[in-house]
């Protein structure tokens, strides 16, 4: 079969490869996810203008599409990279020569770091022990039905928590999808203050923006959501997430660190997904990581991992042997 890689803009795709982009989502659960929408690629392609979308053809078909960003070096990386939380080929299921796609990119390589481990054309390229779990809450059968099933002490731990925050500071309430700039811009305070990773993230003012981009987002395959969890009429915890068909992921958390006793981080999960379940959500994705709050609250998982295609093969075995090297150095005797 003759294949064709055109790379594009991501605002130059048109309606029918939207629909198309759209189409190709619903291959598998996982891949209903906001990170891999078109809007996600577009809303990043309007901050940074190195963002690019590789549109794959076989005899005259697109049959997938390759969102990333380039760099002087032809070596690429995810789109929105390091904030989007799920990278790879959004596809139709057909098969997909990996090496080749990146080659006709005139890329020279392309890296990834939470491709789904389902991507059968990236199977061969991921790094050996980059394998993790991305964690969910289902909340299929409802909140009640969730909380039934959670550890006894842990929900104990946190009920008694809420209400010592109460009588301290004040009653516990969410204030759902806030569009208030400045709860946008006190998560992006709290984060920045409390992670060494956060801090370097938002020195970047693209990242800002693309935060502040997607907080506005109003599509069915990717829409923002800002909820503040507040004792009294003080924040304590606030989450920007965005929803798509699948539910909705969790994206930059955070929380304020004076009140850390009273565990407010875990104590917005409860209250989200309470409201979620109300408003017909039925999933909630809080990603890769294991982190302990995730393990206590969530109740499946899918698998992501990390690795690179390189155009040439030669580059692509260097790159091998030297990863093997330094693992063995770094190895026990």
Not at 142 to 160: M, N
Not at 178 to 193: C, G, N, T, V, Y
Request: aromatic residues 10%; hydrophobic residues 40%.
């Amino acid at each position: 079969m003759a294949m064709r890689v055109t790379v594009v803009r991501p605002h130059e795709l048109g309606l029918s490869e939207a629909a198309l982009w759209a189409k190709f989502q619903q291959t598998s659960p996982v891949m209903l996810s906001p990170f891999l929408s078109l809007t996600f690629a577009q809303a990043v392609g309007r901050i940074r203008s190195n963002a690019r979308v590789a549109v794959v053809e076989q005899d005259g078909h697109i049959e997938a599409f390759l969102p990333f960003e380039w760099s002087s070096k032809r070596i690429s990386l995810p789109i929105g990279s390091p904030m989007n939380d799920l990278h790879g080929f959004i596809a139709s299921g057909a098969p997909i020569h990996a090496r080749a796609v990146v080659k006709a990119a005139d890329l020279r390589g392309w890296r990834f770091a939470h491709a789904p481990a389902e991507q059968v054309a990236l199977a061969s390229y991921r790094y050996r022990g980059t394998t993790v779990q991305c964690r969910d809450m289902d909340l299929t059968d409802g909140y009640d039905a969730y909380l039934k099933h959670r550890g006894k002490s842990f929900t104990k731990r946190a009920a008694e928590k809420r209400r010592s925050i109460e009588r301290h500071v004040g009653p516990v309430s969410l204030e759902w999808n806030s569009a208030r700039p400045e709860h946008l811009r006190q998560l992006i305070d709290w984060k920045a203050d409390k992670y060494g990773g956060s801090r370097q993230l938002f020195s970047d003012p693209t990242a800002v923006r693309i935060v502040e981009e997607l907080s506005r987002a109003d599509s069915d395959d990717c829409r923002g959501l800002v909820n503040v969890l507040f004792a009294g009429e003080r924040e304590i915890a606030i989450h920007m997430g965005i929803t798509g068909p699948r539910g909705l992921c969790v994206w930059f958390p955070a929380y304020d660190r004076d009140l850390s006793r009273f565990s407010p981080g875990t104590m917005m999960w409860f209250a989200v997904a309470e409201e979620a379940s109300s408003r017909g959500i039925t999933r909630i994705d809080f990603g890769y990581g294991e982190d302990s709050y995730k393990l206590h609250l969530t109740t499946e998982a899918y698998e992501v991992a990390g690795g690179a295609v390189w155009a040439s093969r030669t580059e692509q075995f260097g790159r091998e042997m030297y990863r093997r090297l330094i693992r063995h150095r770094h190895s026990p005797a």
